[in-house]
């Protein structure tokens, strides 16, 4: 399963040191889980296995700008379970 999402606005301080990550590089494994919650992928993964099917993939295709070659970017993110059941999104939302 593939999505795709625009990252618009990423604060980037290009006088910064070089020492730290990217801003988009560092808040990727808090994305990560953020669309395996989106997604229900531990849902889908429990009906994968229950019916004996691979277990799906979500990848999320994310563009952003770099600043420093001033060109929109595009990186293929995948999902990343979070590792204890979680409600669908329906069910946090409005219950």
Known sequence: MQKETRLPVIIEDINSPHDLPETHLLFRPLRQRVYAILFNLHHLHFLAKER???VPKIEIKET?????????KTDVVRAVEVGWGIPTVERLWLG
Do not use: L, M
């Not at 952003?64 to 929109?72: F, G, L, S």
């Open 52 to 54: 004996g099917e691979v």
């Open 64 to 72: 952003y700008y770099d600043p420093v070659t001033k060109q929109a």
